[in-house]
């Protein structure tokens, strides 16, 4: 079996310090190369929109909401767990794009309502659909199986930390 970056960490480890037990470094040590490697093909694909990747989640939040009337700033950031200054800088940027409308909530004089324009709606279904190509391309040496056995494996600890 080829051996990868981590395989050569933990063997140092070991040859250095063998009472260590690295071997949480096979898991973890894996799991943040991955996510930098994907994350790398991310950014290269919504570059190609000229989207930062919370442009791309404030975007299709919008989109998946579906809600015509629009979104609060303060919904859009709870799903994105930023501040709502963070999220106004977000919304300052894609407004000026012509991606988002922002107009005054006629239940709240005090708050807007966001909502997508059309060229908004359309950039973001391009970016989610090339980004689940690149999905699709990432995972590619991993079969149907494998995948599911990932995704479980990752519910449960996501289900452990978010819960506990």
Not at 7 to 31: H, N, Y
């Amino acid at each position: 079996m080829d051996s990868d970056s981590v395989d050569r960490i933990v063997a140092s480890w070991r040859a250095r310090d063998p009472q260590l037990d690295s071997s949480t470094l096979e898991v973890i040590g894996r799991l943040l190369l991955c996510a930098t490697y994907f994350d790398r093909a991310a950014r290269t694909v919504l570059q190609q929109f000229e989207l930062s990747v919370a442009d791309f989640d404030v975007l299709n939040t919008l989109r998946r909401v579906g809600d015509r009337s629009g979104s609060k700033p303060t919904d859009l950031a709870r799903s994105s767990l930023i501040s709502t200054g963070a999220m106004t800088a977000r919304l300052d940027r894609l407004e000026q794009a012509g991606l988002i409308t922002r107009a005054p909530d006629p239940d709240d004089r005090r708050g807007v309502l966001v909502r997508l324009t059309s060229q908004g709606n359309k950039i973001g279904k391009q970016a989610l659909q090339k980004l689940i190509a690149a999905n699709e391309v990432f995972l590619e040496p991993l079969s149907h199986e494998q995948r599911n056995t990932i995704a479980s494996a990752f519910r449960q600890l996501l289900l452990h930390h978010e819960n506990g």
